[in-house]
């Protein structure tokens, strides 16, 4: 029978006979139009969008669609964070591994070189400076006290400070530790190893996910679109990647080069915890003018526990080291890839910190650079546009 064609082997076994009339029929009709470039048929005559059904239809989909996707998003926001994390930072890996499949690298073996480079550092810069890390993060903890205790007798200004504030008191009860709660805080801190070292491996994985199959998540994106708005969007939506790849390749190498400099000047300097504080500058620094004002004024209260010239020169190192981020390390390395005007990435800085915390601090001057390329493009063009000659002179309504 022809309906032997269309009836799925997998699918309502024993097939009979028996069917009734209206199915077979279906059925061998089905058989007809499947072929080898349509398996499932060519796609048959629209239906009317403007009669009223489709109309009512049309508008109480999308009042449960919103309704839907607003309860998905409340409900898995920490997954969503999950995995936006994971997709940044495959575009932000991106560029590399185009680089190396445009020199003959086949894109699997690229991303695993890529990978493998990226967690050999990091494996190597934990095997080096975990144990200094260790000892000079609880070392910075304990002598806390001690060196606000310090810093009172050399200098009125912070005793004054210290009594007006409780300075002395949040800090007996930060470092301080009750050992009736010692257990408690063992479980509640082994929760918290564990959630991050599960949120770390998944979003690792998806990141190479991400970046194995970006060509053809690219592709899929790009087919969403209409046929005739497809060219321009490919346009848009590539350079927009470019953007955020750019911004966060460029912005993981101008924080190292900041944690390196630090470093060097704290100790040469003689400044306690060079390489923590070091990496708390380094890290802080990926936070975009927060960040590195936050570092300067940590780093200049412990240079303060060696002398105040150590300390004024640490503010003078640290006002340097910024211009020298602003005017020649973010112009070369990440160049006119993030064109941001300053007020923007400010209050861009501050939204997204306020939303979604560091991630969103983080993905903020990327998104702004996206949306501003994304207004530039379409919606200027649309309102520069001139009006037709009978709208910009309506009739007279006389």
């Known amino acids: 029978m022809n309906d032997e064609k269309a009836h799925n082997h997998w699918v309502a076994q024993p097939h009979s006979d028996s069917e009734p009339a209206p199915i077979s029929e279906a059925e061998e009709r089905a058989a007809e139009l499947s072929s080898d470039q349509h398996p499932l048929g060519r796609p048959g005559r629209r239906f ?95 002598h806390a006290p001690d060196a606000l205790h310090h810093l009172e007798d050399r200098y009125p200004l912070v005793r004054e400070a210290t009594d007006r504030f409780h300075l002395d008191e949040w800090l007996q009860h930060a470092t301080g530790a009750d050992f009736g709660k010692v257990s408690q805080g063992l479980v509640g801190a082994g929760r918290v190893v564990f959630s991050w070292v599960t949120a770390t491996i998944l979003v690792a994985v998806l990141t190479a996910y991400f970046s194995a199959n970006f060509p053809a998540l690219r592709a899929n994106l790009y087919r969403l679109f209409p046929r005739e708005r497809r060219p321009r969007a490919i346009l848009i939506g590539d350079a927009i990647f470019a953007k955020v790849g750019g911004y966060v390749l460029g912005n993981l190498l101008i924080s190292l080069i900041t944690g390196i400099l630090t470093f060097i000047w704290l100790a040469a300097f003689g400044v306690p915890f060079p390489l923590v504080l070091a990496v708390l500058v380094a890290v802080l620094d990926l ?60 209050v861009a800085v501050l939204v997204g910190g306020s939303m979604l915390g560091v991630l969103g601090a983080l993905l903020a001057i990327p998104t702004a650079a996206s949306l501003l390329l994304l207004v530039r493009e379409l919606l200027y063009p649309r309102l520069d546009r001139p009006q037709a000659s009978g709208a910009a002179n309506p009739p007279d309504s006389r």
Not at 59 to 76: E, M
Not at 81 to 99: C, D, K, N, R
């Open 287 to 346: 936070i975009p003018l927060i960040g590195s004002t936050l570092a300067g004024i940590a780093i200049a209260l412990v240079a303060l526990t060696v002398s105040l010239p150590v300390c004024l020169a640490t503010v003078v190192f640290f006002i340097a080291l910024r211009w020298l981020e602003d005017y020649l390390l973010v112009p070369r390395i990440i160049g006119r890839t993030v064109q941001v005007p300053a007020v923007l990435t400010v």
């Open 48 to 142: 009317d969008r403007h009669s009223p059904f489709m109309v009512g239809l049309m508008a109480s989909a999308g009042v449960l669609v919103t309704v839907g996707t607003v309860r998905v998003v409340l409900t898995a926001h920490q997954a969503l964070l999950l995995v936006a994390a994971a997709l940044f930072l495959a575009i932000g890996m991106e560029p590399a591994i185009s680089w190396l499949v445009r020199h003959h690298v086949r894109r699997g073996f690229a991303v695993t070189l890529v990978f493998l480079i990226v967690l050999g550092g990091l494996a190597g810069f934990l095997w080096a400076a975990i144990t200094p890390l260790i000892g000079q993060g609880q070392g910075l903890i304990h």
